[in-house]
């Protein structure tokens, strides 16, 4: 009977992972709110009452399946400390499906003669569209996630996710963090005693929950009173937006508005079945060992249901598992985050808090993961890969550096084009930080896998790792030469970017031959030692 796992729904940590989950996906929300209305100029009501109810149900669904699933492994291992796999909202790909896509489409649709409404349809119907699409790509390729995960070392799987960690997760929130110091700064303190020092907090409450009210009254408190500058806005007024996210045919109409994106959406749905191989592995090294095959499924099928009930943003499973595996939560807070998420898409609360609360109460969790996350990249790996984990990172802090030179904030999308074609001296320097930063997560697994290789004195491995490099090269699959990251043909391209794709390409090519002629050099060497011997 003690081989029994517990059956309880909650754990005193699920609290602590329930508010972790909850805080990441609310501040993705958050962000594409932002973008869309704060940016773009969207209306709210398209955002709120179309977009987020089925995007909601897409991680309600996700959630209760990896529930499930973690209650199967429990009662399968007879451990009682397996944690569920989290699922949200992918950040990097809602991010550029906000800036990259949706935005830009709705000021054409708008420049193209539709009135404001009209172009907002469209744009939604594009969004389910595109996760329809993505969707059926991810379910296809889920089943064979297994095999790439079998063949990439763990450094690769790792490290790429914790690049994403580092610099998306982790450097942007902080960021947030840091725009209203007084208030963000308090609670990553806190979150930092609580969960990295492991410091006890009065009554025993989560340390999640202390950070975001002690962040929550501090904003609302010294804001009125001008103490934070311009870093306070007033709130929104409350308001009940009830909408189901029914299934419709509207994303059917949608299709033939993907055509001109499907070089960005394609890669976004790739992206996502690499990143669900690498945290499956993130969980195995933690000790919870997931059928990779239906981790793939499941984030697959819940992106289609999305998308096929007016969301417009992915879902994926999370890289922290580990993280919340830390804070001792197990299944019931996947249950919690699903039931939360999904019902406020229905009931509007979601879109409330969004309005609510501010990303500086929201980051320091994040922050919290993330250094968790790349932490693990180093403890699950042997040290004599630390340096192949270290060299993956710099394809993250790439595109970590073009999303935010790429803001239209920021930038203007003139400027940042004619700053990008400037090639009076050679490739730009803005066209080698964008360059390297698409198809990022590839990129950061053939750098890894490589080194990976040369370390283990494996050279002839290397050199074909990275002619596989080459080769996803010229098609744009990484180190994609247009700004936004589209995947092409190389021979379509105008002179200038198909010049840049054969000097990537190349390079790889380059070194993939020194590193074979080092390999046979070697060979000569151990067969003079043998004979001299």
């Known amino acids: 009977m003690n081989n029994i796992p517990s059956r309880r729904w909650l754990t005193p940590g699920d609290l602590n992972g329930f508010l972790g989950l909850v805080v990441d996906n609310l501040s993705i929300m958050a962000f594409l709110a932002t973008a869309l209305i704060g940016i773009f100029g969207f209306p709210a009501d398209i955002v709120f009452l ?4 089925g995007t909601a149900l897409g991680v309600l669904l996700g959630n209760l399946a990896y529930t499930a699933m ?4 429990a009662r399968q291992s007879g451990r009682e400390d397996v944690t569920a796999m989290p699922l949200g909202l992918d950040a990097p790909t809602s991010i550029g499906m906000a800036l990259l896509v949706l935005g830009p489409a709705f000021l054409h649709f708008k420049q193209s003669g539709m009135d404001e409404h009209a172009a907002a349809v469209a744009t939604w119907q594009l969004g389910m569209a ?18 790439v995960q079998r063949h990439v070392p763990r450094a ?13 997760m982790g450097f942007l929130p902080l960021v947030e963090i840091l725009k209203v110091p007084v208030v963000g700064f308090a609670g990553l303190g806190v979150v930092l005693y609580a969960l990295v020092a492991r410091g006890r907090l009065p009554f025993g409450l989560p340390g999640v929950l202390v950070a975001f009210v002690i962040g929550a009254l501090l904003y609302y408190v010294l804001g009125p009173l001008g103490w934070l500058g311009t870093g306070y806005h007033a709130p929104a007024a409350w308001q009940w937006r009830f909408a189901l996210p029914l299934p419709t045919l509207q994303w059917m109409q949608g299709i033939a508005y993907t055509v001109p994106y499907l070089p960005l959406i394609l890669p976004f749905g790739l992206l996502m079945v690499v990143g669900g191989i ?12 997931y059928s990779t095959r239906d981790i793939l499924l499941v984030e697959a099928l819940a992106t289609l249901v999305a998308g096929f009930c007016g969301g417009v943003a992915q879902t994926t499973p999370y890289i922290g598992q580990p993280s919340y595996k830390a804070m001792g939560a197990r299944s019931g807070y996947t249950l919690l985050t699903g039931v939360v998420i999904g019902l406020g898409g229905v009931f509007g609360y979601l879109s409330n808090l969004v ?16 250094i968790g996350i790349t932490v693990q990249a180093f403890e699950a790996t042997p040290m004599r890969y630390a340096a192949a984990v270290v060299f993956s990172f710099f394809p993250a802090i ?17 400027h940042f084009g004619a700053l990008f074609n400037d090639r009076a001296h050679g490739i730009s320097e803005l066209a080698v930080i964008t360059v390297l930063g698409n198809g990022f997560i590839i990129t950061s697994m053939i750098w890894a896998s490589f080194v990976v290789a040369l370390i283990d004195g494996k050279a002839a491995r290397g050199a074909l790792i990275l002619l596989l490099g080459g080769a996803l090269s010229l098609f744009g699959l990484i ?3 247009e700004p936004a990251g589209g995947v092409y043909l190389p021979w379509l391209l105008d002179t200038g970017e198909r010049s840049l794709v054969w000097q990537f390409a190349g390079a790889y090519l380059v070194l993939a031959v020194v590193l074979l002629l080092l390999s046979l050099q070697r060979t000569d060497v151990n067969k003079m030692s043998k004979s001299s011997a």
């Open 130 to 147: 595109s996760l329809v699409v993505m969707g059926v790509l991810k379910f296809v390729l889920s089943f064979f996630g297994a095999a």
């Open 398 to 414: 790439a595109r970590m550096v073009t999303i935010k030179l790429s803001d239209p904030t920021y930038v203007s999308p003139e």
């Open 479 to 481: 180190h994609s030469v």
């Open 50 to 53: 179309h977009m987020f109810p």
């Open 70 to 73: 973690a209650r199967k492994l």
């Open 278 to 289: 690498n945290v499956t592995e993130s969980a195995r090294a933690a000790g919870d060992d």
């Open 355 to 370: 309005e609510l609360v501010p990303l500086s109460v929201l980051a320091p969790i994040l922050v919290f993961v993330a």
């Open 156 to 168: 690769g799987l790792l490290g790429s996710i914790a690049g994403i960690a580092l610099v998306l």
